[in-house]
């Protein structure tokens, strides 16, 4: 199995960067593939999830209204646009996977076997 981050990078406050998680190995329809963070000092945080057996997604509270997480069943791939990013966004972003496949939405870390290598977000003030 592989997850693979991409799209991360340097952007000012209020801007955009789209993150994308290539996955490979798996059953794509059958798992949940879930988005988190962890910033300098701090304990990684979950962000967003989607559930792809039946779309249903979760967003932390401090991400929503600004990013969004789509699948494209096709690519096995998986999106996070993050809008009016600020810099509290600022932190390593992990794509990871775990078997899921009637969609209870797994948001927790600990239930997750499967993870990327993360990719950097620097959100400048």
């Known amino acids: 199995v592989q997850l693979v981050e991409s799209g991360g990078g340097l952007v000012q406050a209020g801007g955009s960067l789209r993150l994308s998680c290539g996955v490979s190995g798996l059953i794509f329809d059958d798992h949940d593939i879930g988005w988190f963070r962890q910033a300098p000092g701090k304990e990684r945080e979950g962000v967003s999830i989607i559930s792809n057996s039946n779309g249903r997604t979760w967003y932390a509270d401090s991400v929503k209204g600004r990013f969004t997480i789509t699948s494209d069943n096709g690519k096995d791939t998986i999106y996070l646009q993050m809008n009016n990013l600020k810099p509290e966004d600022t932190a390593v972003y992990y794509c990871?996977?775990?078997?899921?496949?009637?969609?209870?939405?797994?948001?927790?870390?600990?239930?997750?076997?499967?993870w990327g290598q993360g990719t950097q977000v620097t959100v400048s003030s």
């Open positions: 990871a996977a775990t078997f899921d496949p009637h969609g209870f939405g797994m948001r927790f870390e600990d239930e997750y076997e499967y």
